[in-house]
């Protein structure tokens, strides 16, 4: 036998052995004895279409697939187990849940082999049970369809992925049977606490960010002569529970856990809803408060200051003028040579461009905000 026979025999054989394992990491749960049932939160409309995806931990899937142009919702939950009703708690000790994602998405905005590609692009397709640092049956991957009409579609994909690997490819292919919303304390969780653990790629992340806000601002065109407007209803419903509930219901986030308390780069931070530039990071400092902090504003003018006489206290609310979210509050208790105020703002309410971004994002009218 030739040396390149004896090679191909070796590589068929390798293949072959790991070929079992693309047949389901739950293979000892069968379909037919899963309890059938959906609890979830989100409804997709008419025109909508819904996925479920299992990419190892649900927290880094949910923070990608919120980030995704032509998603609608995202929320986190336990599929294709054998039992109903699992906690946090049960499917962490081998309940034999997957930890998935429900995507609600627009197909005129996105498509299912599209969508398929980014998520393959935050796994490791050949593992076993097993995501970045997580190892336990609850972090297999999977694709669940509730529309028969993917199946095929989803098969086709996976073929296709497989012609990238030598290795089996071991994405679950099934029909969703049950899924169970996780609890609260796990939806939008890498938004409640930016520092959290996420097996996947930031830079994968920030790219679907940046491609999500050139479709909301299609122009890009922040320039210093730019007429900002109420956002419309398409905006807000992709602000995340937090950033709603802060912007348009006046909410407050926590104190110390939010993404910008501790954010010290150079760069400006512009209104959630909107894009407005409304603060620089050079009249930012630490107040100790827990919040961001600034000594003042860009522009005074593109804010509203009035009473608030909300839970007992006597504040003075700050919200942005053009779009109405509320931002915060204004004490006078800033540091001195600064002008004595305090801006104190919700991370939610805001969106931070780094000063080497700004170009990019379409704000170098900006930029001379930082000349000394």
Known sequence: MSVLAVAVAIAIGTYLAFTPKNISASKSFRLADMPEEI?????????????????????GTEFLMRNVPGVVSVEVGYSNGPTRNPTYHDVCNN?????SAHVIYNPDGITLPKLLDIYYQSIDPTFVNHQGNDHGIQYRTGV???????????????SNLQSS???PVVVECKPIKNFYRAE???????????????????????????I??????????????????????????????????????????????????????????????????????TDKFDSGCGWPAFSKPIDKNVLIERKDFSFGMDR?????????????????????????????????????ISRDKMPEEGYSDWLDLFKH
């Open 212 to 281: 999500n806000a050139a479709r909301e601002f299609p122009n890009k065109d922040f320039s210093r002569d730019k007429t900002y407007d109420k956002p419309s209803k398409k905006v807000l419903d992709k602000l995340s529970e937090l950033q709603r509930a802060v912007t348009q219901d006046a909410e407050t986030e926590p104190p110390y856990k939010n993404e910008y308390n501790d954010e010290s780069r150079e760069g400006i931070y512009v209104d959630v809803t909107n894009g407005q530039p409304l603060f620089v990071s």
């Open 165 to 167: 690997f030598f290795n």
């Open 316 to 352: 003075v609310e700050v919200r942005a003028k053009a779009s109405g979210s509320h931002l915060g509050h204004v004490f006078d208790d800033g540091p001195k040579d600064k002008g004595g105020l305090r801006y104190c703002i919700n991370s939610a309410s805001l969106r931070f």
């Open 39 to 59: 609890v979830q939160q989100n409804q997709k409309a008419a025109d909508e279409a819904e996925i479920y995806l299992a990419g190892g931990c649900f927290w």
């Open 95 to 99: 309940s034999g849940h997957a930890e």
């Open 184 to 210: 609260e304390e796990h939806q939008e969780y890498l938004y409640k606490n930016p520092n959290g653990y996420c097996h996947v790629s930031r830079s994968l992340i920030d790219e679907q960010a940046k």
């Open 144 to 158: 669940y369809f509730s529309n028969p009409e993917d199946e095929e579609i989803i098969k086709k994909s996976l």
